[in-house]
């Protein structure tokens, strides 16, 4: 049997779990992982990531379907979707991208009823042989550096 160690996820484990929505402002949003906020709808940085670089454009309103969501919503949640391609092709270089939603539990949403959508960059080769043999997925990047790397960006494009 292999083994991972991952020391940081133990005070996860043993820690109380505060009660309400991940992505609602008022409830337990991690905010220190917001990269912009917009009028409607915010980009937030995955705290489990596919891999390094995936975000997520989030609306403000606890809505869990496509059609409850307004016209503002939808174009905002697609500008936002363009602004954060278009730094992470400028910074990391990606050659392509996963963009989509998982709407309930059956489509494997982890959070089914705050509808969200994942902006994920791709390289060829990014799915390694640790993927394939260990059902491990590797995290080339600290989420912290990720952060550094990316937060000027977004940072500057709120200015435009």
Same mark, same amino acid.
Request: with cysteine; net charge negative; proline share 5%.
């Given at each position: 049997?292999?083994?991972?160690?991952?020391?940081?996820?133990?005070?996860?484990?043993?820690?109380?779990?505060?009660?309400?929505?991940?992505?609602?402002?008022?409830?337990?949003?991690?905010?220190?992982?917001?990269?912009?906020?917009?009028?409607?709808?915010?980009?937030?940085?995955?705290?489990?990531?596919?891999?390094?670089?995936?975000?997520?454009?989030?609306?403000?309103?606890?809505?869990?379907?496509?059609? +409850? @969501?307004?016209? $503002?919503?939808?174009?905002?949640? #697609?500008? %936002?979707?363009?602004? !954060?391609? &278009?730094?992470?092709?400028? +910074? @990391?270089?990606? $050659?392509?991208?996963?963009?989509? #939603?998982? %709407?309930?539990?059956? !489509?494997? &949403?982890?959070?089914?009823?705050?509808?969200?959508?994942?902006?994920?960059?791709?390289?060829?080769?990014?799915?390694?042989?640790?993927?394939?043999?260990?059902?491990?997925?590797?995290?080339?990047?600290?989420?912290?550096?990720?952060?550094?790397?990316?937060?000027?960006?977004?940072?500057?494009?709120?200015?435009?």
């Amino acid at each position: 049997m292999d083994h991972i160690l991952s020391p940081g996820r133990m005070k996860y484990l043993k820690s109380e779990k505060p009660e309400g929505c991940i992505f609602c402002k008022k409830s337990i949003r991690a905010e220190d992982l917001v990269l912009l906020e917009g009028k409607s709808c915010y980009i937030t940085m995955n705290k489990y990531p596919y891999t390094t670089g995936h975000l997520m454009v989030v609306p403000y309103r606890h809505i869990c379907d496509m059609g +409850e @969501m307004t016209s $503002e919503e939808k174009i905002e949640m #697609m500008d %936002l979707a363009d602004i !954060s391609i &278009a730094i992470l092709k400028k +910074e @990391m270089n990606p $050659e392509g991208f996963n963009v989509g #939603m998982n %709407l309930g539990k059956a !489509s494997g &949403a982890g959070v089914d009823c705050h509808l969200h959508l994942h902006i994920v960059p791709r390289w060829v080769g990014d799915t390694n042989f640790v993927t394939v043999l260990g059902d491990v997925r590797v995290i080339p990047e600290d989420i912290d550096m990720t952060r550094r790397i990316l937060l000027p960006h977004f940072q500057k494009s709120e200015e435009v």
